[in-house]
């Protein structure tokens, strides 16, 4: 039986129960969305005790299905005021399976200072003050929880930008190597675990542990079948990683440039994924890494710098394309320098690009200039004003800057997607009760045989593949794994094999729309109701000048998604 750890900061009263046997098929975003929707009032502030942090494995981590090891942070968000699913990878989630935890449930807030969480290898917690590493980076608080605890431990923590309960402060996860690269990145999910007094939780690895299988023969097989399929999907994936996107993106007229004026980049080759994997390979860098062990894609890879040193293990395509077009910067160094920042501060990237952007137009620091935004960067963890303003987001210093050109959606930065381009996941930025997110349904160009640059029938598009999003992340598996039917009828195969459950794709898709509908409720209880699903009005006004062209999928077909998941 899986369980649920439940740790109250306000009394420091740890306590585990059993989980409810109705959640049966229910792991990571539906579990934790279960959680936070039964047991909080969505009125409440993100920052007070009365918020909780759910943090929850999807159902298969621990289990030896590839590319499964994903947990789900869900909270009240203090960028958006809404519900918030920030979806992570690593060994973390692998692990809290393997030691049969479905949910940590964090609530109250603690009084004195901050602390550790630490799970042992038996499943016993503990609170042990994090006194020697607060006010420290997430690289250096890593290196001294290794020292501490010793090699084999994996960590969630959160850097200065969550000590200091800054909106855009992300949970950042170790890899497989050890390296804090990986984030809960998007929602301020990081100042909700400052708020609480939590600095880092500690899970000592690597727990063995025989998971029950109730026909081995059809999960071997299912697996088998699935994974060449992954694998054969995911190519240019492994070559390039995520960055392979950064040209085909912008040969569909879709990259960010210049704060969302334009949609191609005159830098794109020095940019593009292909230039990146090159000096990777010249400076002894690694291609073809997996932010845990179990994955078969390894979309990940480690970046030197031009004396060999690591500088970060995360470049990805959303990072480069809002801090390197979208600020018209063209040198890959300094992207990698601002994103090593981004993670060692705790800070989301995509929405520090889009604030960059504004800051840019509203002419505080002029396009191009990458010293500039990497200064006003390093102002964040010695908390001045200026610092504090910057991690804010993007929709702060839009209006406290006056411009009129502001990227998001419900508080929350747009990614590296211009919605006038690839309208499906304009939609999807416009309509997901997260806001702009483009892991909540991304809409690629080609997907569903649809032109990208048209309107006709990207709404049904993205609603579909939301709910195959909330799918995978109900069970824990990577995006790149695809949200597609040939996914789906594989997690039914695993569902017959692991727990001999028989399930319908239409009884699979029901928790998709579960999910989304929670959300929705949850949303319109905070005060964000159908109104919120909108872009900001200038990507309606202005046309992308290299396709004439602007967003014109009418507000009437954007809420039509609320109205299908809500069953209105
Ligand atoms: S594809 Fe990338 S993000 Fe997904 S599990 Fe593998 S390495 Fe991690």
Redesign the pocket.
Known sequence: MRKILRVDMSSLNISQEEINEDFKLLGGRGLADKILTTEIDPRVHPLSKDNKLIIAPGLFSGITIP?T??LSVVSKSPLTGGIKESNV?GPVSQELGRLGFAAIIIEGRASDSFYIVRISKKGKIYLDPAKDIQGMGNNETAQNLFRVYGKQINILSIGPAGEMLLPTATVAATDQDGYPS?HAGRGGLGAVMGSKGIKAIVIEGKVKREVKCLDKALLKESIKDFSTMVVKI?KM?KQYGTTSLVKFINQSNGLPTKNFSRGTFEGVEQISGERITELIKERGGKTA????SG?I????HVFNDKNGNHVTSKLEYETVGMLGSNLEIDDVDMIAEMDRLCGDIGIDTMELGATMGVLMESGYIPFGNAEEVIKLLEEIPKGTPLGRLVGSGCATVGKVFGCSRVPVVKGQALPSYDPRALKGMGVTFATSPMGADHTAGPVYPGMGKLDAKKPDGQVEFSKNIQSNCAILDNFGL???TSPSPKTMEFIIKAVKALYGEVMSRDDLADIGKQILGMEYEFDERAGLGSETDELPFFFRQETLPEIDSSFDVSSEELRSIRKYFRNK
């Not at 890494?289 to 845990?292: A, K, R």
């Not at 894609?297 to 990940?300: L, N």
């Open positions: 590319s090891s994903r990878g990986r995911n994936n890494h997996g932010c845990y994955c894609i390894k979309c990940s990577c995006l790149y």
